[in-house]
């Protein structure tokens, strides 16, 4: 990896503390407009809300800044507020009341930032708000009542997030929303309540996701929806009934997998006027009941075999007056002659031999008699107590089962069966479940998981063991599973690394081990050999006291989260085979000493790294890192002294305030540094007292230094061994931050 194509963050902790100043004039790094009430500050590398904003300006862009973290109250000096721009701020959190004294704000702008999270009262004040712009972050989870104060909110724009799963009720207070954009996420999975409470949505966007099935019954929850957009999704089939929404009048089911629908699909949805197919794998389509006013009809980019199967569609859209847009694709007399055009008495099955010879002309599949696609059954048995569908989903959620249920259909794809009393699980627990996708075993009090459980599932891709009472794997408890890629197992009391329980896991790409009570890492479970593939480990929340050297070999590994634990010094060796390591969280440990070449092994390929205690740093603690590393952070420690930055010659962003530093002469390289480069750098003298709080360029201290002072190897930033400290007390979490 090209170093000086490198992108390599270090974020040791940063406090923002919110000091009312009084306003009236405009910034110095922005510009207003008294006229239109507007101030403009973009792209200033500012590192908090400018103070000196006019109190009645009602636009505010703040564009393309360095903010990260948006504190309570972030905006109490502008009260008038209508509009505010955070874009491409580096905001990786909002804290509670950040907006509370911004009722008039009507829209808000928080697009290409890096929030993870939507906390419950992150958006608390904001009564007015009808537009909110949350794309492109990196959202994975909304809290409960995170939008309560929103009810004035039309639009909300989630899209280019992390989203895997909503949950019930997680939009409830939008009152009076009216588009919300879910598009480009990895949904897999909506809760029955997903949308519960949203009776005024009338267009909802969810293309490009991995949803599998229509999501019939979530849908019937906002019984307002006009136009949906659920494209780019792989659902292979429609069954009956499957959309049932009384006023949805536009659908978008284009470039998925479709290969067929049920001719009742659609029945219970009465006013839809356009329906788009395209780009799916239809061979031909029966005439579709229910929808009486439907005017267009696209089927561009489907396989359509223009044979006597195609004539009652052509006969019903002639009668119905329904626009068909798309071409032929066989036989050869028709191919490419639009559907619209096609006279019906040319849709005609000919010969056996005649079909069978145009049908291995086009691709080599016979059709006989018969429509080139079969439908599946539209009746499919089921579990007592659980429910099943045509459209590949079983659910026994929440039912009170203790023994693993069986006969569900053998072409269901996604089984839920969380929040039951299962306790034990024993092999061969989900026969006849071989096209199983994604499986469901959420708070489930399983303690015990036998080898060879999952046997049979060759196409699990997904797997939630989540908030279990897990203390141990078997070493065969995977087996049989060899397409799983990612793995839940938060939330359980496992003490070590499951290690040999992965061992057969050969495609495991994410790995969930969050809120356990695991120790230590040890080099038995040796990533490179158990988990080759492994790219993103989640370990947040544990007891890791030590990590040994070789625990984490991985050519592969790119997100490593250790945050919340209980370390104590940068785990560099361990880190030292992982040389495409990315993103580094440490938040949340007692890491108070950062040594020498803390970051070397990783500095060409670590794009964020985060440790939030108050530490001391060696003077030699960021070398290797030169002109790769884009922004540092140090705000908020107790550093009395700095390493020598003129090495970092790629710097884009700077934080040193809030360091008790001591202004003396062993100082003047970092003065003479702040003079020569263009970035704004605030860092302020702690000793001695009399010049305590005045800016490290301003005291008139270093005048009398000689013009070198002591030998770089005399300079110490301090001890070059851990310092002999109490353990300080816990910080606040900053999770995830800075990417390229």
Known sequence: IDNQQCVFYVFILEIRQHSPVEAGKCPKVCSCDSTKLMVTCVGKNLTEIPPTIEEITVKLDLRNNNLQVLPRGAFILTPYLTHLNLQRCNIIKVKEGAFRTLGRLVSLNMAYNKIDVLYQESFDGLSSLKELHLDHNRIEEIQPGAFTQLGFLNMLALTHNQLVYIPNMAFQGLNNIKWLRLSHNSLNNLDLEAFAGLFTLSRLSLDHNELQFFPTQTMTRPPEVTRLDISHNPMTYLGEESVSMAKLTHLYLSHMSLQDLSNQALSRAPLLSHLDLSHNQLRYLEPLSGPEELTSLNLTGNPVYCNCYMRPLREWASVRGVKLLGACAGPPHLSEEPLQAVVPLDLRCRSRGEMLKDEFEKDDESTGSIPPTAKPKQKVKCPVNCDCDVTQHATCEGRGHTKVPRGFPTKTQLLDLRSNHFHYLPANSFP????????????????????????????????????????????????????????????????????????????????????????????????????????????????????????????????????????????????????????????????????????????????????????????????????????????GNQLEELPDLSPLTGLQVVGLQDNPLLCDCPLLPLRRWMENVSLEVIATCGHPPEVRGQNVRDVHVFTSCPESSAPPDERVVVAQTPPNVKKPKAMPSLKKHYSE
């Not at 370990?539 to 634990?565: Q, R």
């Not at 030292?576 to 938040?587: G, M, Q, V």
Request: with cysteine; glycine share 6%; aromatic share 6%.
């Open 432 to 635: 006849g479940t071989s096209q199983v996708v994604s499986l469901h075993l959420e708070l489930c009090k399983i303690h015990e998981i036998e080898g060879g459980a999952f046997r049979g599932m060759k196409n699990l891709f997904y797997l939630y063991l989540s908030d279990n009472d897990l203390t141990s794997l078997d070493p065969g408890t995977f087996a049989g599973a060899p397409e799983l890629n990612y793995l839940h197992l938060e939330g359980n009391r496992l003490i070590q690394f499951p290690g040999s329980a992965l061992a057969v896991l050969p495609s495991l790409f994410v790995l969930h081990l969050e809120r356990n009570a695991i120790s230590k890492l040890e080099p038995t479970g040796l990533l490179s050999s158990v988990t080759p593939k492994l790219q993103e480990l989640f370990l947040t929340n544990n007891t890791i006291t030590a990590i040994a050297k070789g625990a984490l070999d991985s050519a592969f590994l790119c997100t490593l989260h250790l945050d919340s634990n209980q370390l104590t010094e940068i785990p560099t060796q361990a880190l030292s085979e992982a040389p495409n390591l990315e993103e580094l969280n440490l938040s949340q440990n007692s890491i108070r000493w950062v040594g020498p070449n803390a970051f070397k092994p990783i500095s060409h390929s670590l794009k964020s790294s985060l440790n939030d205690t108050t530490v001391q740093m060696s003077r030699d603690a960021l070398a290797g890192l030169g002109p790769g590393l884009r922004a540092l952070t140090v705000r």
